[in-house]
C-alpha cells in the first residue's frame, strides 16, 4: 500500500520551500567596444544592491553571466580599464526568460582617474555612434508597456517630441509637419519596406506592426538631420534592431488577446554551437471576435504574419544572419442585398481591401582587423496591395467602381565598411544599390457617363544608387563633431543629389549639452508616379512624370540637454526645414503638393517647382523608470508651410501647430512577497491641434454626383483639437520557471469623438463627418517560460 501520510508531507514541504525561496534568473550577454565591435575580454560586471555582491568578467570572447539574480528591476555596471563606465539601470529580470544584454563601451579620452557614476545609460542616447541630434532611443520595454502602443514602434513614437499620429485607426505619422511618406525604415542596418498590414501604397504606416516586439533590441528614432548613411527620407528614420535568440536554452512565449494568438521560440541549434533562432507567429482572432457579435472593426478583418532572425556564427568567416518578416492582410465589406438597408452611398458597395508583404535577407559581418569590419547584406523585398471596389445595380448586379493592383518588388545590395582608427578617430562608409520591379494597374468608372479611366498602368523596374562616407572626431571629452555625404541617384532619369551632413556636441560640464546639426536630404517620388499615364489627343498615351527629380530640403536643428537628477533630464531643441524641388501640380492655379501626400500614388502631371518650409520648437521632461515609477512629458510648437505654382503659401496637411503628450507609468508589488505579483498602471495623454482638409463644394458634387472640392481653398479648413486618453493596466506575475502577465489597454477610453474628416453621401446629397475609433478596449494574456 502506499504510504499516503509521508508522501502529502513531503508534498507540502517541497511547497512550503517552492514558495519561500527567492525565485532567480540568470544574466549574461556580451561586451563590444562601440565603435569597432570588438569584443572586450576582461570588463567587470557587477550587479548592484546584492548582498553578497555577485559579479563577473567578461571570458575571450567578451561573454559574461550572472547566475541566480533575483527577479525584479536590476541595476548593472560594466567597467573596462580605458573605457568609459556604462550603468545599465531598471534591467527587467523575469523568471521565464533568461536576460541576454549587448553592451556597447566608449574609450574615455580623459585619463585613467576614479569617476563617479552621475547618470544611467539613458535613452536620450543613440545607440547609433555617429547620430549625435534628433535621436531617441526606444525600448522593447517601452513598445509594451506604454499604453495602447500594442507593442507597435510607430504608436510608441507618437509620445516622443515632434510626432503627430495623422489617423488613429493606424500607425501613420507626421513628423515635424512632414508627410508621412518621409519616413524610412530600416532593418539590421539595410532600407526595408513599410512593415506594417493594411498599408495603402506609398504609405509608411498601416493598421498595425507586423514586426512583432518579441524580436526588438533597443532600437533608433531620429526626427530630422540624421546622419549620412541615412537617404532617400525627409522625415524620420525607424532604424530597427533585433536581438538574437537564446543560444543555450529553448525559450517560448505564448500570448492570446483580441487581436490575436501570438507564439515566439527561441533557442540553440545544437549544443556548444553559438548560434540561436528566433522567430514569432501572429494569427489574427478579429474575426471570430466579429462573428461572435464584438464589432472592433467595420467588415470582416484578418492578418497573420512571421518574422525571423537566425544567427549564424562561424569561427573564421565571421557571422551570417537570417532575418525577415511576412504579413498577409485583409478586409472585405459586402453590402447589404436590401437597398432599404443603404442609408449612405457607401453602403452599396461592396469593397475588398488587402496588402501582402514580405522581406528576407541575408548580412554578413567579418572582421578585417580588431579595428575593422566589413558588413554586406543581400535583402529581397515584395509588396501587394489591392482595392476593389463595387457598386450594386438595382438588381444587386456588382459593376466596377474602382480597381487598384499595385504589385512591388525590391533586390537591394548593400555593403558598409566601419574603421576605428583611435579612440578619436573613426571612419564608416558604405554603397547601396536597388532594383525596384512594379506591375501598377489603377482604373475607375465615371459612375455618370460610364466611361473608363486608367491612368496606371506600367510593368518594368529602375534602379537606385547611393553611397556614403562618414567621419566621427572625438577632438576632447567635451567636443564631438562627425562630417559626412551621402549620395543618391535615379538611374532611370539620371536625377541625383549630393548631400552634405555634419553634427556636432559639445558638453559644458558633466549634466549637460548643447549640439547642433545639418543635413541636406531628398527623397524620390513613390514608384507609381513615374509611370503615371496621360492619354493624348490621338489615343496615344505619355509618361508626364518620367523626369520629374527628387524632393529636397536643408534641416538645421539646435539642441539643449540636462540631467536634473541621476533619473530625470530635460531637453529643448528647435529646428528649421527648408523644402525646395518639391513635385507639385503642373498648373498655375494647382494646389497638389507631394508634401501632403498621406498615401497612394499621385497620377497628375508633375514638376519640380514646389517649396515648403517647417520650423518649431520641442521640449521633453523625462524620468527615466525610478522608485518603479516613469514619465515622459512632450511638447512641440511648429508651422508647416508650402507653395506651389500659383505662389500662395498654404498650410499643410499636417500644420496642426501644436502637439503635447504625457506618458506615464507606476509599478507597485501586490501580495505577498513570496507570490511575486507585480501591479502595473500606464496612461498616455495626447492633446495636438487638428489636421488641415479641403473643404468640399456641395453643389459642384451633387452635379458631379461625387465629391469636388474647393481646390483653390486647400487645407483652409482645420479639424478640431485632437484628444485621447489612454491607459493600461497590467498584472505580472514570476512563478519559478514561468512569467505571466495579464493586460487590460484601452485606447481613447474617454470614448471622445475625434473628427476625423468630411465626406460627400451621394445618395444623400451631403456633406457628413467621420470619426476616428471609439473606445477600443484590447485584453491579453502572455506567458514566457
Known sequence: MFPRIPFLAAFIALSISTHAQTITQTIRGTV??????????????????????????????????????????????????????????????????????????????????????????????????????STRTFSVEETQKFAAAFNDPGRTATSFAGVVGTDDGGNNISIRGNSPYGLLWRMEGVDIPNPNHFAEAAESGGGISIISSQLLANSDFMTGAFSAEYGNALAGVFDLKLRKGNNEKREYTLQAGILGLDIAAEGPFAKGYEGSFLFNYRLSTLTLLQMAGLNIIQGRTDFQDLSYNIYLPTKKAGTFSIFGFGGLSKQSLDAERDSLQWEESWQSWDQVFFTNTAMSGMKHVISLSDKTYLQTSLVYSGYENG???????????????YFESYRNGKINLSTIVNHKFNAKHSLRAGAYVNRYDFNLVKRYTDLNTGELFEPLNAVGDVWTLQAFAQWKYRVTEQLTFNLGAHYLELLSNHTRSIEPRAALKYALDEKQNVSIGYGLH??????????????NADGTFSLPNENVGLNKAHHIVLAYDRSLTK??????????????????ENTSDGTLSAINNEYSYITEPLVNNGKGYNYGVEFTLEQFTHNNMYFLLSTSLYE??????????????????????????KEWNVGKPERNKVLGVNARLLYSGGLRTTPIDLEASIAQNEEVEFSQLAYTNQLPYYLRTDLRISLKRNFAKATTTLSLDLQNATNRKNVGGEYFDAKRNEVHTWYMLPLLPILAYRVEF
Open 567 to 584: 533619473h530625470m533630464y530635460v531637453k529643448v531643441e528647435t529646428y528649421y526645414q527648408q523644402l525646395f524641388n518639391i513635385a507639385v
Open 387 to 401: 482595392f476593389h471596389v463595387d457598386t450594386l445595380t438595382n438588381n444587386y448586379e456588382p459593376q466596377e467602381a
Open 32 to 133: 563590444f567596444d562601440k565603435v569597432s565591435n570588438q569584443t572586450l575580454p576582461g570588463a567587470v560586471v557587477i550587479l548592484l544592491n546584492t548582498d553578497p555582491a555577485i559579479g563577473a568578467a567578461t571570458d575571450m570572447d567578451g561573454n559574461f553571466k550572472l547566475p541566480n539574480v533575483p527577479v525584479g528591476r536590476q541595476t548593472l555596471v560594466i567597467t573596462y580599464l580605458g573605457y568609459k563606465e556604462q550603468v545599465l539601470s531598471n534591467v527587467i529580470v523575469n523568471s521565464g526568460k533568461e536576460l541576454v544584454l549587448t553592451i556597447n563601451m566608449e574609450e574615455d579620452l580623459r585619463e585613467i582617474q576614479a569617476v563617479e557614476v552621475v547618470a544611467q545609460r539613458d535613452k536620450k542616447e543613440a545607440l547609433n555612434n555617429m547620430t549625435l541630434v
Open 522 to 535: 531628398s527623397q524620390m517620388q513613390p514608384i507609381g508616379v513615374y509611370v503615371a499615364q496621360v492619354e
Open 640 to 665: 508647416s508651410q508650402y507653395k506651389t505654382l500659383e505662389n500662395v503659401w498654404r498650410n499643410t496637411r499636417f500644420n496642426g501647430n501644436y502637439a503635447v503628450s504625457f506618458t506615464g507609468g
